[in-house]
Structure formats: structure tokens, C-alpha cells
């Protein structure tokens, strides 16, 4: 059985358990301690009472029994008369009744059982005792023994557990609720999306939390913004010399070597793009609007733009389907997953491969390069961030294109993992939901 993972329910059903055990022992010890011996106690009083009148039924004159009888239902609700045939045995499930006959049997010094009443008297116990060389009937009403414990236990532990589980429940509900405004107003500033300020109420823990967490999330909202405007401005005072380099390159003499010039040309068109990658990283790419799109389609595009270049690719495609994307975000996905397979998949063909499941659209990119080792598959991730003998800068590389993929599905609710490939290689799984919103 898979255990709870939520908050909720765990807290939730460990306070119920605890206090419904609570409950049970509770139930147990009252039952056995205090209900038990009353029960006997009165079974006892009973059955004294029950021989007490027999035997002075049978010394009475028979004149005087009339009036006997008559005060001892009135005052006791015991009726006598003669046994003058047997009753049908009855099982008696009531615990009152068998301390009953436990009592009439320790006094008698024989078996004395409670029958059910005649069929003209149906909601009548009857004992049979003898007394001399006759025997008496004693009977009793079922109401005598209105008193019942089972039951009486039984709905008290109903009613606790319903009371317990209720209030467990709501007070558990009153805990988490504001854990999971925090939650998902942390999940919306990792969606880049605009934060709202929680409303600061309840418990002092709780607003004092919900207090700080407003104003880290307005820092980093800040910081984020500063950081945009921080590289927008470097990359507008690191183009504008870098322009004027490019342009004193192509104004150099015909005689100046062509080589270190290339070089150089190199070396600016390299700058370029890095200081581009960093922009497109600094700016959180902010999310479209979604449309339904053609995945085969898309794909497609992409896989022969790329094939133009020279690239050796494997497009699968398989029970492809409409999937709601931002078109322009996933182009940039599967262009720098599909780039960085052929890059560094060696000289065999990169397997692209797309099907869809009920609740999710699943793109894997496969490449036969000299793979990632496990303990660097999430940091490769980050900006920069390189793996000695598989990245260089020969390659061509800047290290900011799986950390512009990663922020890209962070912000859609897309997954994408990265997993060893049978025979060698890398596989790129990106799974995207059918439905906006289901990360």
C-alpha cells in the first residue's frame, strides 16, 4: 500500500489513528472496569431477588399469594406463577443475561437457563427455578434490562471516531491551507509569473511566515528585474565597441593576415552570440499565449531546418497529436536539444521521436555521444556549466543553452529529464501536458 505523500493527508490520518486508538483504549478500560462490574452487580441484586421471591411464594399461605404476586410486579416487574411446561431454548446474546444465568447457577449449585416467554408473551424473559419439589416461573420484561453496554459502547465509539475524524480534518485543513498558498505562490515566481502578495492572516506563525515570504518574493522579483536591466545595459555597452572592432576589421589593408583576421572575426562572433544567450537567460523569456498546435508538424520544421545544415537526423514521428504550446518557446527547446545532440552525439545520426499519451505529449531525442555521468545530469543545467572531455569551446558551445531550455519548461510546467540511452548515448525525455496548466 503506498503511503500518504501530501501534508494534509499525512497529518491528517496519523492525528486520527492516534486518536482513535485513543478512543478504543478509552472504550476498552470503561467497558471493563466500569461497565462489566455494574452489569454483574446488578445481575447479581437481581437474581437474589428473583430466589428471595420464589421461596417466599412457595412459604406464603396459598391466600396470600394473590396479593404477593400482585405487589411484585407493581414494585419489581417480577411475575410468578407454576412452571407447568418447558420454553423453548433461546441463545442469549445479551452479556446482562448470561451474568444472570451465571448468578441463578452459582447460588443454585445447577444449570438454570433464561428462556424466551410464551408466544402470548414475546417481550418476556423467563427463569425457571426450583424450589422444593415445585418449580417457579420467574419472568421479567425486556424492559428491565434496558440497560445495555454494548451498544451503549458501540455508539460512543461511532460517535467519537465521526466527532475525532471531523475534527482532525478541519484542524489539519486550518494548518496546510496556508502552506499551500505558499507553495503555489512559490511555483508561480518559478513560472516567472507576476506575484500577487498574500493576505498576511491567521495564526502569528502562519502571518509572520507568509510575511517574509511576501517580501523575499517582491526581492526577487526586484533582483530579477535589476538583473535584466543590469545585462541589457552590458550588452548594449559591449555591442556597441564590439560593432566598431567588427567594422575596423573589414576596413583593414589588403595586406594584413587574413588568418589572425578570421581569428578575430571569430572571436567578436563568439561574443555575440554569448552576450545574446545571457540576454535570452536574464530575461526569464516570458510565456505567450498558448495555441493548439500540429506537434508532427512542428517538429518537422524544425528537424529539416536543422537537416539544411548538414545534420544527420532520425525523425520517428509516432501517434503524434495537437498539443496546446507557446509555439516560439518549444521551437527553442527542440532547436537547442536537437543542436546539442548533433553536436556532441559524435558522427552518428540523432533519433527524434514523438507519441502521445492520454495526459501528456512525450518528445525524446536520442543521441549515441559518450553520454552524462548521473551525478552531472541536473547541473548540466546550469548557466555555464561544462563536463570535462564531452563540452569544449571548440565545440562551439556558449553553456547556456540546456539552462535556457531548463528555464523555458520551468515556466511552461514542462518536464524534461535526462537519462542514460541503451549502447551509449544521452535521451532527452520532454513530456508536455495535454492540458494548460497540468505540470
Keep these: 500500500m503506498a503511503r500518504p505523500h501530501s501534508l494534509f493527508t499525512r497529518t491528517g490520518s496519523t492525528l486520527t489513528l492516534a486518536m482513535l486508538v485513543f478512543l478504543a483504549l478509552s472504550v476498552a478500560v470503561v467497558f471493563h472496569y466500569i461497565l462489566i462490574p455494574v452489569s454483574k452487580r446488578a445481575a447479581d441484586d437481581l437474581a437474589t431477588l428473583m430466589l428471595l421471591a420464589a421461596q417466599t411464594w412457595v412459604e406464603l399461605p396459598p391466600v396470600t399469594r394473590p396479593d404477593f404476586e400482585r405487589e411484585l410486579l407493581e414494585e419489581y416487574d417480577l411475575k410468578l406463577t407454576l412452571a407447568e411446561d418447558s420454553l423453548p431454548y433461546t441463545d442469549n446474546l445479551l452479556p446482562y443475561l448470561r451474568f444472570l444465568e451465571e448468578s441463578l447457577t452459582r447460588r443454585l449449585g445447577e444449570p438454570v437457563p433464561i428462556r424466551a416467554g410464551p408466544p402470548d408473551t414475546t417481550k418476556w424473559f423467563c427463569v425457571d427455578i426450583p424450589m422444593g419439589n415445585r418449580t417457579i416461573r420467574v419472568s421479567f420484561p425486556h424492559a428491565r434490562i434496558g440497560a445495555r453496554p454494548p451498544l451503549a459502547a458501540l455508539l460512543v465509539a461511532i460517535a467519537g471516531a465521526l466527532v475525532i475524524l471531523f475534527t482532525s480534518l478541519l484542524l489539519v485543513r486550518r494548518l496546510t491551507r496556508p502552506l499551500a498558498r505558499l507553495a503555489t505562490a512559490a511555483a508561480q515566481i518559478g513560472r516567472g509569473d507576476a506575484f500577487v502578495p498574500l493576505p498576511e492572516t491567521g495564526p502569528r506563525e502562519i ?157 525524446r531525442v536520442l543521441d549515441r555521444g559518450p553520454g552524462i555521468p548521473e551525478q552531472e545530469r541536473d547541473r548540466v543545467f546550469l548557466p555555464f556549466h561544462r563536463i570535462e572531455g564531452s563540452r569544449s569551446r571548440r565545440t562551439g558551445g556558449s553553456g547556456l543553452g540546456l539552462a535556457i531550455t531548463r528555464q523555458l519548461c520551468d515556466v511552461h510546467g514542462w518536464e524534461i529529464r535526462l537519462l542514460p540511452r541503451t549502447g551509449g548515448g544521452t535521451e532527452v525525455c520532454l513530456r508536455i501536458p495535454l492540458q494548460p496548466g497540468d505540470a
Excluded at 545595459?233 to 565597441?241: E, M, N
Excluded at 567578436?268 to 536574464?282: G, K, P, V, Y
Excluded at 497529436?321 to 516560439?328: A, R
Design 207 to 363: 502571518a509572520v511566515l507568509t510575511q517574509r515570504f511576501n517580501r523575499m518574493a517582491a526581492q526577487i522579483s526586484e533582483l530579477l528585474t535589476n538583473r535584466t536591466t543590469l545585462f541589457a545595459g552590458i550588452s548594449h555597452d559591449l555591442r556597441t565597441p564590439i560593432t566598431r572592432m567588427q567594422l575596423a576589421l573589414e576596413m583593414l589593408p589588403e595586406g594584413t593576415d587574413r588568418e589572425l583576421v578570421d581569428r578575430l572575426r571569430q572571436d567578436l562572433e563568439e561574443m555575440n552570440r554569448l552576450i545574446s544567450d545571457t540576454l535570452d537567460l536574464a530575461r526569464g523569456l516570458e510565456p505567450h499565449a498558448a495555441e493548439l498546435v500540429d506537434l508532427r508538424e512542428l517538429i518537422d520544421g524544425i528537424v529539416t531546418g536543422i537537416r539544411q545544415g548538414g545534420a544527420a537526423i532520425e525523425w520517428l514521428p509516432a501517434a503524434c497529436c495537437y498539443c496546446p504550446v507557446d509555439t516560439l518557446a518549444l521551437q527553442r527547446v527542440l532547436t537547442n536539444l536537437i543542436d546539442n545532440a548533433v553536436r556532441y552525439g559524435g558522427e552518428r545520426p540523432v533519433e527524434v521521436h514523438c507519441h502521445c499519451e492520454a495526459a501528456a505529449a512525450v518528445i
